[in-house]
């Protein structure tokens, strides 16, 4: 068995898968971060596949490249290979979806990078468990289970990068870190694998290397370059932040000249609504009510209608 059939080419080939993956990741994660609605998921979405898709499991698969068994040809169950691809993908999304948007959540984060963690560690295994070979696999319990480990702390720290990490320096740094963290999570899982030979096993099913690795290398490569065409071309951060400032202003002045504007055309006032006399100043005494007709004084009366009780003549 082994794990490096073509040298240092493969793992450095899955470096580079994982490092990409992982900084549209990150790229994505960073305009989501300062959107909200159907803006936030579809930002949130496109990080999953890049995160689950491009930066974990296309990672495992140009990993495999390496991995031969003397004098025996590897067949892969293509059912399980596929759906080792959409555990990975739904396990980064859903921890994206845990995670919220404060990183002063840690109590989130960890519960985040556990479901994460074991997904990705599913996702591995799942694919191992995907090769048709005449031989049955195990696992040494120690190594088996610093995977899970580290495929769990890993998660964790992916997705406190998804919420803290601004700039371009800082991005590029921490894919770099992430793509580490995935690469060692799969080779301490290969170190783990045990083989035991297994001349009944059923080796004619399933698909050779040969003939997946074309179809896998061509949509993972097309899906790859649409993602950079599309985070290249999209607003960055800060002019959604700017875009979104600007919308609420505007909303606000159209909502302020339609106030005008009825206050501008509204009718005279009905008669029977009342009006209120101003507050009275400090110091004078306040004004008081009309008395009605008939609580007035005569000599008033008589001022204001000087026709009465006078004779005509």
């Not at 994660?29 to 300062?34: D, E, F, I, L, Y």
């Not at 698909?207 to 061509?218: E, S």
Request: hydrophobic share 50%.
């Amino acid at each position: 068995m082994h794990h490096f059939s073509y040298g240092a080419l493969t793992p450095i080939l899955a470096y580079a898968a994982s490092y990409v993956g992982c900084l549209l990741g990150l790229m994505c994660a960073a305009r989501a971060r300062v959107l909200t609605g159907p803006g936030r998921r579809g930002w949130l979405t496109v990080a999953a596949v890049s995160l689950g898709g491009t930066g974990i499991w296309v990672m495992h698969f140009i990993a495999m490249l390496g991995f031969s068994i003397n004098d025996t040809v590897i067949r892969y169950n293509m059912l399980l290979t596929v759906v080792s691809a959409l555990v990975a993908i739904v396990a980064v999304g859903a921890g994206l979806g845990v995670v919220g948007n404060d990183a002063r959540k840690l109590h989130r984060i960890a519960l985040a990078g556990v479901l994460t963690g074991i997904g990705v560690a599913g996702m591995h295994y799942l694919g191992i468990a995907a090769i048709v070979m005449p031989a049955s696999i195990s696992y040494e319990p120690i190594l088996f289970t610093l995977s899970v480990l580290i495929a769990v702390v890993a998660s964790a720290v992916a997705l406190w990068f998804t919420l803290v990490i601004k700039g371009r320096a800082a991005t590029l740094a921490a894919a770099a870190v992430m793509g580490v963290a995935v690469c060692g999570m799969h080779y301490v899982g290969m170190a783990a694998m045990r083989l035991t030979p297994d001349a009944q096993a059923d080796i004619s099913v399933g698909t050779t290397f040969n003939n997946l690795l074309p179809p896998v290398l061509l949509v993972t490569s097309i899906v790859t370059v649409v993602l950079l065409i599309f985070v290249a071309f999209s607003a960055s951060p800060a002019e959604l932040v700017e875009d979104a400032a600007f919308a609420a202003r505007l909303e606000r002045s159209v909502e302020e000249r339609e106030r005008l504007a009825a206050e501008r055309w509204t009718g005279p006032r009905p008669q029977s609504e009342s009006v209120l006399p101003p507050p009275a100043q400090p110091g004078t005494p306040a004004a008081q009510p009309a008395k009605p007709a008939a609580q007035q004084p005569i000599s008033r009366r008589l001022t204001r209608n000087p026709t009465v009780g006078t004779r005509r003549r």
